[in-house]
């Protein structure tokens, strides 16, 4: 078999890659071997355009918004799903400190921000003694629905192959590689942390993080917005069901879920909501996330036909799709990355 590329991975960057190289008609074929607790399974799907205790914008976020809403539109049309929703965050303030940098911000004017025009709004659903602030617009990407409305679709086109893909097998020349009885052009790893062991990119400056998720029925929760308090509930796409997490943990020793984020999310819970709620799974998984927190694009320097788009650390929704779209330009009309997430900025480490 003879393709231009062989995508390796269909979390949500090999998904938006593969859709901007079907766009350009690029030939490829993914290899997935879908990976039930993979990042891109378990995130919440959230972009939230504000982030930290200073509430600052995150990285390039008046850009990236409008680009990502037309994408999940345009893709969801084309599968025949919602893709992507828009959202109010409910961002219940901690303490009169988080309150005042609230008030700061919208003072300086972060049109993102707003003030609610009656606090005691969720007082029936919430506890809360310092009042809200809300966010708007955030979205939320219905991951679940998108990865496994593409992965059919590209399993009717037959260009997907469902397998773990062995890297001792790959045979690697300066015009093409050779995987098994496969050709490609160029083949370009969107596999996660798994890149993060790979003879090829073992040297860029990855740095997993763990992260987990509780899924709670919640019957009574409207599902209209995202609700904030130290932890996020985020609504799913099935009715009642919520998303909670997550923790950041830099320095882990098992991938398993752990008892201490179970009884700190059963703690949070108890305090913060007053409707019933039930507790039905709990996940983790790691995000391949970066030191300088910047993505990894582009191509090997001594190794022209491999290629990576990954290190989207905890904004894969966002960052995704934009870079996967200058990914596939650069490779149709050699347009440029841009230089902050190009690893041509890792040149030196890389030659190594
Ligand atoms: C708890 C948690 C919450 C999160 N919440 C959010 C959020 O709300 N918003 C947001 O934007 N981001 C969030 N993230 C981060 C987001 O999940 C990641 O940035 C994103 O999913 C990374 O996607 P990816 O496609 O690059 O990698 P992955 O999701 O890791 O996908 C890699 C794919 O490659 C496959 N693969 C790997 N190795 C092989 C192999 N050898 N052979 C074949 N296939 C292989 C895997 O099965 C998988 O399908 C969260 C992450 C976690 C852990």
Redesign the pocket.
Known sequence: MNVDILV???????TCLSYFLAKENISFLV?????LN??????????NPVTGRRIVRTWMIEELMPFVWGFYIELGNELGITAISEKKIIDFFPSPQMKLAFEERINEGDFFLQRPTDENNFLNQFNYSFGYGIVSPSYTVHLDRLLSAWRNKLKERNELLE????LTELKVEKEKIVYKNITAKKIIF?????SSTSSYFNKLPFAPNK???LIVEIPGLSNEYLYKKGMTLAPLSEPGLFWL??NYLWEFKVENPSNEFYKQSELLLQSWIKLPYKILEHK?????ATIERRPFVGFHPQQPAIGI??G???????L?PYFAKQLADHISQNKPILPEADIKRFRKILER
Do not use: H, W, Y
């Open positions: 390796i991975g269909q979390g949500i960057s090999g290899i997935d071997d879908n990976q993979s990042p891109s399974r378990v995130a919440a799907g959230i972009i397998e773990e893909f062995d969107c596999d996660g942390v798994q992260g987990e998720m997490g997550s983790t998984s790691i995000r391949p788009l990954n989207m650390g905890t904004k894969g929704c966002s995704a």
